[in-house]
């Protein structure tokens, strides 16, 4: 089984940048989905970004144009880059491999001025 840990997190300004990064603990080569999801107090977890192993990468509507997902097979890391962050961004973020069905611990993010 892969473990994911993330990292990243912090507390920035209104329109600052984050990157958050995800280690596998294995090969995540053969991982068709690896998704990045949030967790806002008192809401649902969301998705908020995928990449494919082919590369190609989707967005939740609210991040689409500010937020990047990146993955880099050889060194079994994903990654989110987060810029123009607003406040509604606070959350914790949590790195997933779809097909395993693996979660990482969560890595807090705050926006606030």
């Known amino acids: 089984q892969v473990q994911l840990v993330e990292s990243g997190g912090g507390s920035v300004q209104p329109g600052g940048s984050l990157r958050l990064s995800c280690a596998a603990s294995g090969s995540i080569i053969s991982i068709a989905f690896m998704d990045w999801y949030r967790q806002a107090p008192g809401k649902q977890r969301e998705p908020v970004a995928t990449i494919t192993s082919a590369g190609r990468t989707y967005y939740e509507d609210s991040v689409k144009g500010r937020f990047t997902v990146s993955r880099d097979n050889a060194k079994n890391m994903v990654y989110l880059q987060m810029n123009s962050l607003k406040p509604e961004d606070t959350a914790v973020y949590y790195c997933?491999?779809?097909?395993?069905?693996?979660w990482g611990q969560g890595t807090q993010v705050t926006v606030s001025s």
């Open positions: 997933y491999a779809r097909g395993l069905n693996s």
